[in-house]
């Protein structure tokens, strides 16, 4: 019995470490995603406040331009009004002036926003610069860390599931069935059996069984939780051969 017992519990501490890789192999990869997306957006915030940027100085400029415009209209009209022969002449260009003058006043206040807007973008801008070179730092250590954990994984993984194969084809079919069905059941397949109680569910074992179980004669499978009852004895040779 005992080495059934002992091929179940490799078995069973393969599929363990089977398990365990399968789960980081697929939760590692889902993990460098997550830091590329954060990497991602970081720079997609960065890019849209740089757009927001080129945008106001581009308004800037159409301002500045215009306002030049203006400047220059109202010194040629400035200037014209001493070449003016008519008072009807004069007042029409007064006006004119006058237009010129008011246009450049909303002009000035249009550019003072767009250099307000263009001085906090640039602050936004030299943050976020910041941000995404320490998500850079940061996150690409990481990446690369799982990275080269997924390599590592990877180079084990196969190995091991040879070894559970070469187990398993050593194993009794039917008790492979039970195996499978007890760990999909509990988790865990094995259970220490100590004065008449099973360890792995806390129910009690029948005294007959329980004897059955001490004597080693058979598999025994506690009747409630369907774990394979083992004993202290078997744990301790077991320490004692390694
Ligand atoms: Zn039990």
Do not use: W
Not at 5 to 29: A, C, F, G, W
Not at 87 to 112: F, G, M, P, S, T
Not at 162 to 175: A, N, V, Y
């Amino acid at each position: 019995m005992r080495d059934q017992i002992l091929v179940l519990d490799t078995l069973q501490r393969i599929d363990m470490e089977l398990s365990q890789l399968e789960q980081n192999l697929k939760e590692y990869p889902v993990k460098i995603s997550n830091y590329e997306s954060e990497i991602e957006a970081c720079r997609e915030k960065l890019e849209n406040s740089r757009k927001i940027k080129e945008e106001a100085i581009k308004n800037k400029l159409r301002i500045e331009l215009d306002m030049a415009q203006n400047e220059d209209t109202i010194k040629k009209s400035e200037q014209k009004l001493f070449e003016i022969k008519t008072h009807k002449e004069y007042e029409a260009l007064q006006k004119q002036i006058a237009e010129a003058k008011r246009n450049n006043a909303v002009l000035e206040d249009n550019l003072l926003q767009e250099m307000e807007k263009l001085e906090v973008v640039e602050s936004r801008i030299s943050k976020e610069e910041e941000e995404l070179e320490n998500r850079e730092n940061e996150y690409s250590a990481k990446i690369a860390d799982f990275k080269e954990k997924i390599d590592e994984l990877k180079v084990i993984y196969q190995p091991k599931t040879e070894e559970k194969k070469k187990i398993t084809s050593g194993i009794d079919r039917d008790l492979l069935s039970i195996y499978e069905r007890v760990k999909k059941k509990n988790g865990y397949v094995l259970a220490l059996a100590k004065n008449e109680v099973c360890t792995g569910c806390n129910m009690n074992i029948p005294p007959q069984l329980f004897n059955e179980v001490l004597t080693h004669s058979r598999l025994i499978q506690c009747p409630n939780c369907l774990k394979f009852l083992y004993t202290e004895s078997e744990i301790k040779s077991e320490a004692k051969t390694g």
